[in-house]
């Protein structure tokens, strides 16, 4: 399952691919590569009624039945609209797999989905679970350190703990990043923890000078794919000027205009330049003659 899991990661299970290889249940098991494949359409009604009826279908407990279940589930807490039944069916779902997953692949990833389903508002009326999503991200810390859930885990237990907006819990969060960090110097989310950091440290800790700095770290590191450039060096740029570091700010100033062609952070940022008695670099001029760009 693996196998069809990553090839559809874009689409039910989006921003989990990096993870999924920790299961690794035989591909073809349960008869479900049609599920599957409309999992990869976003057909998630579909999906569900094809996992539903495998489930069905199989020896409660066994690996066919396992992935059906966690199919069924995924597809409850994904699809469109978001339904009270659904998300509360899910969780039970994900409670029963955990509940026989110990020592089986399926763990982890029944943990962490479960974990995002508590800590996310999905239908009005719903309320995040932070309890629940911390013990769940905290178990596959301590009973999955071979998974590499392990890294996405530490970073939404922190972000659990930062969006209480408790200046203690936000403290403590950026410790334990940081000891994160260290113990796995190399992980391929290093640079998205930083930025939680820098998160931190603007709201709730209101610390400009150390969220500028932790942003600029974060890019040091290579930013994740996806991150929209100039509103992140905007936002290193005011926070560096709000914090009195100036040359900070003029550098990110700067970059948004000779870095970034056709953002409306640029002229701003030429105000803010002369503000701060520094002659701007030129706009970009997409119909200059001598502009590869205008000249087509």
Same mark, same amino acid.
């Given at each position: ?8 990661g874009?689409?039910?299970?989006a ?49 066919a ?22 998300? !509360?069916? &899910? *969780?039970?779902l @994900?409670?029963?797999?955990? =509940?026989? %997953?110990?020592?089986?692949p +399926? ?14 508002l ?15 991200y ?10 590499p ?6 970073l939404?237990?922190?972000q ?15 410790d334990?990043?940081r000891?994160w960090?260290?113990?796995y ?9 930083q ?11 209101q610390?400009p !000078?150390k &969220? *500028?700095?932790? @942003?600029?770290?974060?890019? =040091?590191? %290579?930013?994740?794919?996806? +991150? ?8 290193v ?15 990110y ?18 105000l803010?330049l ?7 670099p ?12 205008g000249?087509?």
């Amino acid at each position: 399952m693996n196998r069809r899991l990553k090839r559809t990661g874009t689409g039910l299970l989006a921003g989990l691919s990096l993870w999924l290889a920790s299961w690794s249940a035989p591909a073809g098991q349960g008869g479900l590569d049609t599920a599957w494949q409309e999992v990869g359409y976003l057909n998630y009604k579909k999906s569900a009624s094809l996992f539903e009826k495998a489930a069905k279908q199989s020896e409660p407990g066994s690996d066919a039945w396992i992935e059906a279940t966690l199919g069924l589930a995924a597809c409850l807490q994904h699809r469109q609209p978001d339904l009270q039944q659904d998300k !509360e069916r &899910a *969780a039970e779902l @994900y409670d029963r797999l955990i =509940e026989i %997953g110990a020592g089986k692949p +399926v763990l982890p990833l029944a943990l962490m989905l479960r974990a995002r389903l508590a800590d996310q508002l999905d239908y009005y009326g719903d309320q995040v679970d932070p309890k629940t999503a911390l013990v769940c991200y905290d178990r596959i810390i301590a009973e999955c350190p071979d998974s590499p859930l392990i890294h996405p885990a530490a970073l939404f237990r922190a972000q659990v703990l930062i969006n209480s907006m408790d200046k203690t819990k936000a403290s403590g969060a950026i410790d334990w990043l940081r000891q994160w960090q260290a113990k796995y110097p190399a992980n391929p989310l290093t640079s998205m923890q930083q930025m939680l950091i820098a998160k931190a440290y603007k709201y709730p800790l209101q610390q400009p !000078e150390k &969220a *500028a700095t932790a @942003y600029v770290a974060a890019e =040091e590191m %290579g930013l994740p794919q996806g +991150v929209v450039v100039d509103n992140y060096y905007w936002r290193v740029a005011n926070l560096a000027q709000q914090a009195g570091d100036t040359k900070t700010a003029i550098r990110y100033y700067e970059r948004i205009i000779t870095e970034v062609k056709r953002t409306g952070f640029a002229y701003e940022a030429q105000l803010r330049l002369k503000a701060l008695g520094v002659t701007p670099p030129p706009l970009f001029n997409p119909f200059a003659a001598d502009n590869q760009e205008g000249s087509k």
